[in-house]
Protein backbone atom coordinates (compact mmCIF):
# COMPACT_ATOMS: atom_id res chain seq x y z
CA UNK A 1 0.00 0.00 0.00
CA UNK A 2 1.64 3.36 -0.82
CA UNK A 3 1.85 4.70 2.74
CA UNK A 4 1.34 8.67 1.01
CA UNK A 5 -2.10 7.96 -0.17
CA UNK A 6 -2.75 6.00 3.28
CA UNK A 7 -1.76 9.40 5.15
CA UNK A 8 -3.51 11.70 2.70
CA UNK A 9 -6.59 9.58 3.91
CA UNK A 10 -6.01 9.46 7.33
CA UNK A 11 -5.36 13.14 7.38
CA UNK A 12 -8.52 14.05 5.47
CA UNK A 13 -10.65 11.25 8.32
CA UNK A 14 -8.59 13.19 11.27
CA UNK A 15 -9.67 17.09 9.54
CA UNK A 16 -12.88 16.27 9.14
CA UNK A 17 -13.50 14.58 12.51
CA UNK A 18 -12.94 17.92 14.19
CA UNK A 19 -14.96 20.20 12.95
CA UNK A 20 -13.62 23.35 14.82
CA UNK A 21 -9.85 22.76 14.19
CA UNK A 22 -8.97 24.43 10.57
CA UNK A 23 -5.72 21.27 10.31
CA UNK A 24 -5.53 18.04 11.02
CA UNK A 25 -4.35 17.72 14.82
CA UNK A 26 -1.97 15.08 14.17
CA UNK A 27 0.62 13.50 11.55
CA UNK A 28 -0.36 9.82 11.00
CA UNK A 29 2.45 7.89 9.82
CA UNK A 30 1.89 4.28 8.72
CA UNK A 31 3.91 1.11 10.02
CA UNK A 32 4.39 -0.90 7.00
CA UNK A 33 4.09 -4.83 6.87
CA UNK A 34 6.17 -6.13 4.45
CA UNK A 35 6.44 -9.97 3.49
CA UNK A 36 10.15 -10.13 3.79
CA UNK A 37 11.06 -8.49 6.77
CA UNK A 38 9.89 -7.84 10.65
CA UNK A 39 6.69 -4.68 10.40
CA UNK A 40 6.82 -1.22 11.85
CA UNK A 41 3.54 0.17 14.20
CA UNK A 42 2.15 3.01 13.38
CA UNK A 43 3.13 6.43 14.53
CA UNK A 44 1.46 9.87 15.66
CA UNK A 45 3.02 13.17 15.49
CA UNK A 46 1.00 15.60 17.48
CA UNK A 47 2.00 19.88 17.83
CA UNK A 48 1.93 21.84 20.72
CA UNK A 49 2.53 25.59 20.36
CA UNK A 50 7.15 25.18 20.67
CA UNK A 51 6.91 21.60 20.71
CA UNK A 52 6.45 18.41 19.37
CA UNK A 53 5.32 14.70 20.42
CA UNK A 54 5.23 11.22 19.24
CA UNK A 55 3.54 8.22 19.86
CA UNK A 56 5.67 5.09 18.97
CA UNK A 57 8.56 5.72 17.16
CA UNK A 58 8.89 2.36 15.05
CA UNK A 59 11.77 -0.63 14.34
CA UNK A 60 13.67 0.78 10.97
CA UNK A 61 15.70 4.24 10.24
CA UNK A 62 13.36 4.63 7.42
CA UNK A 63 9.86 4.84 9.61
CA UNK A 64 11.64 6.88 12.20
CA UNK A 65 12.95 9.22 9.58
CA UNK A 66 9.84 10.18 8.92
CA UNK A 67 8.71 11.26 12.27
CA UNK A 68 12.07 13.16 12.33
CA UNK A 69 11.13 14.96 9.15
CA UNK A 70 8.06 16.05 10.52
CA UNK A 71 9.27 17.92 13.41
CA UNK A 72 12.24 19.21 11.17
CA UNK A 73 9.53 21.01 9.03
CA UNK A 74 7.70 22.40 11.76
CA UNK A 75 10.97 23.58 13.39
CA UNK A 76 9.93 22.61 16.39
CA UNK A 77 11.83 19.84 18.73
CA UNK A 78 10.58 16.34 19.96
CA UNK A 79 10.46 16.58 23.83
CA UNK A 80 8.31 13.58 24.54
CA UNK A 81 7.89 10.18 23.16
CA UNK A 82 5.31 7.88 24.49
CA UNK A 83 5.63 4.49 24.20
CA UNK A 84 2.22 2.61 23.84
CA UNK A 85 4.21 -0.81 24.61
CA UNK A 86 7.73 -1.96 24.35
CA UNK A 87 7.14 -4.23 21.50
CA UNK A 88 10.41 -3.16 19.18
CA UNK A 89 8.24 -2.43 15.79
CA UNK A 90 6.92 0.56 18.12
CA UNK A 91 10.05 1.52 20.64
CA UNK A 92 13.27 0.73 18.60
CA UNK A 93 13.04 4.33 16.68
CA UNK A 94 13.37 5.65 20.23
CA UNK A 95 17.11 6.16 20.22
CA UNK A 96 17.11 7.33 16.63
CA UNK A 97 14.37 10.53 18.03
CA UNK A 98 16.66 10.81 21.16
CA UNK A 99 19.90 10.94 19.11
CA UNK A 100 18.19 14.11 16.86
CA UNK A 101 16.36 15.19 20.05
CA UNK A 102 18.52 14.39 23.38
CA UNK A 103 15.92 16.19 25.83
CA UNK A 104 13.09 13.55 24.77
CA UNK A 105 11.19 11.97 27.55
CA UNK A 106 10.20 8.93 27.35
CA UNK A 107 6.84 8.03 29.06
CA UNK A 108 5.51 4.15 29.21
CA UNK A 109 4.70 1.46 31.37
CA UNK A 110 7.54 -0.64 33.14
CA UNK A 111 6.60 -3.28 31.96
CA UNK A 112 9.56 -3.44 29.25
CA UNK A 113 11.80 -4.15 32.36
CA UNK A 114 10.46 -7.60 33.02
CA UNK A 115 10.53 -7.99 29.24
CA UNK A 116 14.46 -7.01 28.87
CA UNK A 117 15.35 -10.06 31.67
CA UNK A 118 12.61 -12.34 29.73
CA UNK A 119 10.44 -12.51 26.38
CA UNK A 120 13.38 -9.74 24.84
CA UNK A 121 16.33 -11.68 25.42
CA UNK A 122 15.19 -15.16 24.78
CA UNK A 123 16.33 -15.41 21.56
CA UNK A 124 19.79 -13.29 21.72
CA UNK A 125 21.94 -16.76 21.28
CA UNK A 126 20.09 -17.63 17.75
CA UNK A 127 19.96 -13.86 16.67
CA UNK A 128 23.56 -14.07 17.27
CA UNK A 129 24.04 -17.17 15.76
CA UNK A 130 21.34 -15.65 12.63
CA UNK A 131 24.50 -12.59 11.89
CA UNK A 132 26.94 -15.72 10.96
CA UNK A 133 24.39 -17.85 8.96
CA UNK A 134 24.78 -17.28 5.37
CA UNK A 135 21.57 -18.19 4.58
CA UNK A 136 20.06 -15.74 6.29
CA UNK A 137 19.49 -12.67 3.56
CA UNK A 138 20.65 -9.08 4.22
CA UNK A 139 17.43 -7.43 5.09
CA UNK A 140 16.66 -10.57 7.76
CA UNK A 141 20.13 -10.04 9.50
CA UNK A 142 19.29 -5.83 8.92
CA UNK A 143 16.29 -6.77 11.38
CA UNK A 144 18.94 -8.40 13.86
CA UNK A 145 21.22 -5.98 13.87
CA UNK A 146 18.13 -3.70 15.03
CA UNK A 147 17.09 -5.98 18.03
CA UNK A 148 20.11 -6.54 19.21
CA UNK A 149 21.31 -3.13 19.15
CA UNK A 150 18.13 -2.06 20.94
CA UNK A 151 18.38 -4.39 23.33
CA UNK A 152 21.69 -3.75 24.80
CA UNK A 153 20.68 0.29 25.01
CA UNK A 154 18.05 -0.48 27.85
CA UNK A 155 18.05 3.43 28.63
CA UNK A 156 16.42 4.11 25.36
CA UNK A 157 13.31 1.94 26.28
CA UNK A 158 12.95 1.74 30.06
CA UNK A 159 10.76 5.12 31.45
CA UNK A 160 12.17 8.68 32.77
CA UNK A 161 8.79 8.78 32.94
CA UNK A 162 6.98 5.63 34.26
CA UNK A 163 3.22 5.84 33.36
CA UNK A 164 1.60 3.42 36.20
CA UNK A 165 -1.45 5.04 36.20
CA UNK A 166 -3.82 7.71 34.60
CA UNK A 167 -1.23 10.30 33.50
CA UNK A 168 -2.69 13.82 32.01
CA UNK A 169 0.03 15.18 29.40
CA UNK A 170 -0.60 18.91 28.37
CA UNK A 171 0.43 20.35 24.79
CA UNK A 172 -0.65 23.44 24.77
CA UNK A 173 -4.03 24.37 25.76
CA UNK A 174 -4.83 20.65 25.10
CA UNK A 175 -4.20 17.99 27.01
CA UNK A 176 -3.84 14.36 26.62
CA UNK A 177 -4.77 11.53 29.38
CA UNK A 178 -2.46 8.25 28.81
CA UNK A 179 -4.03 5.88 30.59
CA UNK A 180 -2.60 1.89 31.62
CA UNK A 181 -4.13 -1.25 31.01
CA UNK A 182 -2.68 -4.02 32.38
CA UNK A 183 -1.69 -7.69 31.68
CA UNK A 184 -3.53 -6.68 27.99
CA UNK A 185 -1.55 -7.10 25.00
CA UNK A 186 1.34 -7.03 27.01
CA UNK A 187 2.06 -6.48 30.40
CA UNK A 188 1.87 -2.60 30.71
CA UNK A 189 -0.34 -1.24 27.57
CA UNK A 190 -0.56 2.27 27.40
CA UNK A 191 -3.23 3.89 25.85
CA UNK A 192 -3.86 7.69 24.77
CA UNK A 193 -7.30 9.84 24.58
CA UNK A 194 -6.99 13.06 22.60
CA UNK A 195 -10.39 15.00 23.87
CA UNK A 196 -9.37 17.78 21.84
CA UNK A 197 -9.43 16.13 18.65
CA UNK A 198 -11.74 13.17 19.95
CA UNK A 199 -9.65 10.27 19.23
CA UNK A 200 -8.37 7.50 20.83
CA UNK A 201 -4.37 6.20 20.48
CA UNK A 202 -4.79 2.54 20.95
CA UNK A 203 -1.55 0.88 20.21
CA UNK A 204 -1.80 -2.56 19.87
CA UNK A 205 -4.91 -3.32 22.10
CA UNK A 206 -6.34 -2.29 17.98
CA UNK A 207 -4.72 -4.19 15.45
CA UNK A 208 -5.42 -5.81 11.65
CA UNK A 209 -6.08 -8.39 10.74
CA UNK A 210 -6.19 -10.15 14.08
CA UNK A 211 -5.27 -9.30 17.79
CA UNK A 212 -1.67 -10.43 18.22
CA UNK A 213 -1.32 -12.41 21.03
CA UNK A 214 2.12 -13.35 21.61
CA UNK A 215 2.40 -11.65 24.85
CA UNK A 216 -1.37 -10.75 25.71
CA UNK A 217 -4.24 -11.75 27.92
CA UNK A 218 -7.26 -12.35 27.47
CA UNK A 219 -8.97 -11.17 30.52
CA UNK A 220 -6.88 -7.55 30.64
CA UNK A 221 -7.11 -6.90 26.84
CA UNK A 222 -11.27 -7.12 27.27
CA UNK A 223 -10.81 -5.14 30.09
CA UNK A 224 -8.84 -2.17 28.49
CA UNK A 225 -11.30 -2.73 25.35
CA UNK A 226 -14.49 -1.61 27.19
CA UNK A 227 -13.08 1.03 28.63
CA UNK A 228 -12.22 2.49 25.77
CA UNK A 229 -15.60 1.75 24.18
CA UNK A 230 -17.15 3.62 26.69
CA UNK A 231 -15.30 6.89 25.99
CA UNK A 232 -16.52 9.86 23.89
CA UNK A 233 -14.53 9.62 20.73
CA UNK A 234 -14.71 9.68 17.04
CA UNK A 235 -11.90 8.03 15.28
CA UNK A 236 -9.43 5.42 16.80
CA UNK A 237 -5.86 4.77 15.16
CA UNK A 238 -4.63 0.91 15.88
CA UNK A 239 -1.19 0.07 16.46
CA UNK A 240 -1.13 -1.48 12.75
CA UNK A 241 -3.86 -0.95 10.46
CA UNK A 242 -5.72 2.55 9.32
CA UNK A 243 -7.61 5.02 11.53
CA UNK A 244 -10.93 3.55 11.96
CA UNK A 245 -14.26 5.29 13.44
CA UNK A 246 -15.92 4.64 16.86
CA UNK A 247 -18.38 2.02 15.91
CA UNK A 248 -15.67 0.35 13.81
CA UNK A 249 -14.06 -0.22 17.20
CA UNK A 250 -17.24 -1.56 18.68
CA UNK A 251 -17.45 -4.15 16.45
CA UNK A 252 -13.45 -4.83 17.03
CA UNK A 253 -14.29 -5.30 20.19
CA UNK A 254 -17.45 -7.42 19.97
CA UNK A 255 -15.47 -10.11 17.54
CA UNK A 256 -12.55 -9.78 20.62
CA UNK A 257 -14.54 -10.86 23.25
CA UNK A 258 -16.57 -13.71 21.35
CA UNK A 259 -13.28 -14.93 20.22
CA UNK A 260 -11.07 -14.67 23.13
CA UNK A 261 -14.55 -16.79 25.09
CA UNK A 262 -14.47 -19.89 22.78
CA UNK A 263 -10.43 -19.52 23.21
CA UNK A 264 -11.01 -20.12 27.07
CA UNK A 265 -13.51 -22.45 26.11
CA UNK A 266 -13.65 -26.17 25.02
CA UNK A 267 -14.72 -25.72 21.69
CA UNK A 268 -12.22 -27.01 18.52
CA UNK A 269 -9.43 -24.42 17.97
CA UNK A 270 -11.56 -24.29 14.20
CA UNK A 271 -14.93 -23.14 15.54
CA UNK A 272 -12.74 -20.22 17.41
CA UNK A 273 -10.77 -19.25 14.48
CA UNK A 274 -14.27 -19.39 12.40
CA UNK A 275 -15.09 -16.91 15.23
CA UNK A 276 -13.13 -14.32 13.97
CA UNK A 277 -13.01 -15.04 10.54
CA UNK A 278 -16.53 -14.05 10.84
CA UNK A 279 -17.42 -11.63 13.29
CA UNK A 280 -13.90 -9.71 12.74
CA UNK A 281 -13.97 -9.87 9.34
CA UNK A 282 -13.60 -6.16 8.38
CA UNK A 283 -10.47 -6.69 9.89
CA UNK A 284 -9.27 -10.03 8.49
CA UNK A 285 -10.02 -8.28 4.87
CA UNK A 286 -7.72 -5.16 5.32
CA UNK A 287 -5.19 -8.37 5.08
CA UNK A 288 -4.16 -9.33 1.35
CA UNK A 289 -4.37 -13.04 2.52
CA UNK A 290 -6.68 -14.80 4.71
CA UNK A 291 -5.16 -17.83 5.27
CA UNK A 292 -2.17 -15.67 7.33
CA UNK A 293 -5.13 -14.70 9.25
CA UNK A 294 -6.57 -18.22 10.22
CA UNK A 295 -2.89 -19.73 10.57
CA UNK A 296 -2.29 -16.68 13.45
CA UNK A 297 -5.62 -17.59 15.08
CA UNK A 298 -4.74 -21.09 15.49
CA UNK A 299 -1.48 -20.42 16.87
CA UNK A 300 -3.24 -18.36 19.33
CA UNK A 301 -5.17 -20.41 20.58
CA UNK A 302 -3.52 -23.49 20.95
CA UNK A 303 -0.19 -22.15 21.89
CA UNK A 304 -0.84 -19.01 23.92
CA UNK A 305 -4.45 -18.25 25.27
CA UNK A 306 -4.42 -22.55 25.76
CA UNK A 307 -1.16 -22.92 27.18
CA UNK A 308 -0.61 -23.00 31.22
CA UNK A 309 2.81 -21.56 30.79
CA UNK A 310 1.96 -18.79 28.43
CA UNK A 311 -1.22 -18.08 31.14
CA UNK A 312 1.01 -18.11 33.59
CA UNK A 313 3.34 -15.98 31.87
CA UNK A 314 1.14 -13.25 30.18
CA UNK A 315 -1.81 -13.12 33.08
CA UNK A 316 -0.18 -14.13 36.44
CA UNK A 317 -2.12 -16.83 37.02
ZN1 LIG B 1 3.01 -3.91 16.96
Wanted: hydrophobic residues 45%.
Amino acid sequence: MASTAAMALSLAMAATSTAFAATAPYTFIEGQVPADRQPDGNSIVLEGPQEMLVIDTGRHPEHTDKIIAVAKARNKPITAIINTHWHLDHATGNARIRAAYPGAKLYTSTAVEGALKGFLIRNVDQARARLDDPAVPEVGKTDTRLYLNAINDPVNLIPDQPVNGTVALKLGERELTLHLAKRAATEGDVWVHDPASKTVFAGDLVVAPLPFFDTGCADGWRKALAEIDQLDFQTLIPGHGLPMEHAVFSSYRQAFDAFTACAEGNAPTASCVAVWMQKGAPFVAMHPDPKYTQAALAYYVDQVIRAPAKRAEFCGK
